[in-house]
């Protein structure tokens, strides 16, 4: 199912080709038969859809672009249109694709080129034969004299960190409670190369990282607390950045339990940490210098046993104490404990990513990630650049210190849950109270998971993060 991206310096012309074009100008240099020719042309005054040619038994695509909107928009409609396109060539089972570039642009070439290999993604392992169903294309080649092969090797990078995430986070709990999470990070670490410590329950406990251990009580797997470091000897930061991600890897809501359907998609409550390995995989196989770290702590939410229950209180790992006002608010007391132990590493900057709130999902649906931010310098417009670069579009929202008042408690430091206004405000709000550092919060709850087909984006899990991660740590060389 893996798919391999290559640069070619001749056109085999035996290959189905798609050609990137702006105008019927751009083709004069393609061989076409005056039939083919005249039919382009007629087509040609709509240049929304696609041309298709069946020159048996050679197929050709004409993909035009629109170079009207901003480039980072541009770009999107690329990969949507190969999104689109990847229907025909699943349909006539192609195993290899040439793209041939005549608009001579490496950003459009690679846009396009990224949209097809996500499309290609496909999660079979649990069909009794998935060979009936696995998509024929094993290779996309591109023609463009000014694609390099760092960019080539870059985009097979991610590509595959995309489908490693997706991986983790399609998985159902009957397969990846926290510890076989830990045990999948580990073996995607000895992979691209990076570190990982995993911390037992045992361990965790000393740590007196009690938010952890609270949500973990109504289950019958211990919970874990990963480290993933990536420290290379010429990392342009001597401080590092350090990602934390949420990995609730099943969340019924506790003893506040969902209803309807509610609980469906809730193996995807993980994601955050799968995008924490899915980006730290990223940078290490392309041996981005940059220093940084994951923190994933990790377990499932139930109500079985010694759940933990409304109105208990819990002594967190910084010595705050929490009220706890709702069990299905159980994401932000583990990631409190992770944001509390990344003061330890004196961090340049904390990302986290969370499918954290139901607000968040409503406020702006999945087109993109709710955040916050206290940053002080320009980081953080450096990450909404990003975010344009890659189309994981991030939202601010106000961090006003009015919220605050919002969590107060009668008779703890703080309760885990605010009013029903605002909420994925004051979650964050919440979070910050264990921050130290420069801090941004990335909300991802809209975008994590789809339940139908959205192009490119597939079905199911997005690996929503690693691309805008990628790109924003690629941009501190």
Not at 50 to 68: D, G, L
Request: net charge negative.
């Amino acid at each position: 199912m893996n798919i391999k991206i290559t640069k070619i310096k001749e056109i085999q012309v035996d290959l189905p080709v798609i050609y990137l074009a702006e105008k019927e100008e751009d083709l004069k240099n393609v061989f076409f038969s005056p039939a083919e020719f005249e039919y382009i042309k007629n087509q040609a005054s709509d240049k929304k859809t696609n041309i298709k040619i069946n020159s048996y038994p050679k197929w050709s695509y004409i993909q035009w672009v629109n170079t009207e909107k901003e480039q980072h928009i541009v770009k999107e409609k690329l990969r949507r249109a190969a999104g689109k396109l990847y229907s025909d060539i699943k349909t006539n089972k192609h195993s290899k694709i040439l793209v041939v570039d005549l608009c001579n642009n490496t950003e459009y070439t690679l846009a396009f080129t990224e949209g097809l290999a996500l499309s290609h993604y496909q999660f079979l392992k649990y069909y009794s034969k998935p060979e009936e169903k696995e998509n024929h294309l094993e290779e996309i080649l591109i023609y463009n004299t000014l694609v390099d092969d760092k960019q080539i090797s870059e985009l097979n990078i991610l590509v595959e960190s995309v489908y490693s995430t997706k991986d983790l986070v399609n998985e159902p709990v009957s397969f990846l409670n926290a510890e076989q999470l830990s045990l999948e990070i580990e073996k995607l670490g000895k992979k691209a190369g990076f570190e990982v410590e995993v911390f037992n329950k045992k361990k965790i406990e000393s740590l007196k990282m009690n938010g952890l251990l609270a949500v973990n009580k109504g289950s019958v797997d211990p919970p874990t607390f990963t480290i993933l470091t990536w420290k290379p000897e010429n990392a342009v930061n001597k401080k590092p950045f350090v990602l934390v991600g949420k990995g609730v890897v099943y969340d019924t809501g506790g003893l506040n339990i969902k209803t309807g359907n509610y609980m469906d998609t809730m193996k995807s409550d993980m994601a955050g940490a799968a995008a924490v390995a899915g980006t730290i995989h990223s940078i290490t196989k392309a041996k981005i210098p940059v220093y940084v770290i994951g923190l994933i702590p990790a377990t499932d939410n139930r109500p079985n046993g010694n759940a933990y229950a409304s109105d208990d209180i819990i002594t967190m790992h910084n010595g705050t104490t929490v009220e706890v006002k709702n069990t299905d608010a159980e994401g932000r007391l583990i990631l409190a404990d992770a944001l509390s132990f990344a003061k330890n590493y004196n961090p340049e900057l904390v990302i986290d990513l969370a499918t954290l709130t139901g607000s968040a999902h409503a406020a702006i649906g999945d087109l993109g990630i709710v955040a916050m931010s206290n940053v002080k310098d320009n980081q953080f417009e450096q990450l909404k650049v990003s975010g344009n670069n890659v189309y994981e579009r991030i939202v601010e929202f106000p961090l006003w210190e009015e919220y605050d008042e919002m969590l107060k408690s009668d008779i703890a430091d703080i309760k885990n849950l605010g009013a029903r206004e605002a909420g994925a405000i004051t979650a964050a709000k919440f979070l910050e109270h264990f921050t130290y550092y420069q801090w941004i919060h990335l909300d991802i709850a809209g975008s994590a998971f789809l339940t139908k087909q959205d192009n490119y984006r597939g079905i199911g899990a997005t690996a929503v993060g690693v691309r805008l991660l990628f790109d924003f740590f690629n941009s501190k060389l």
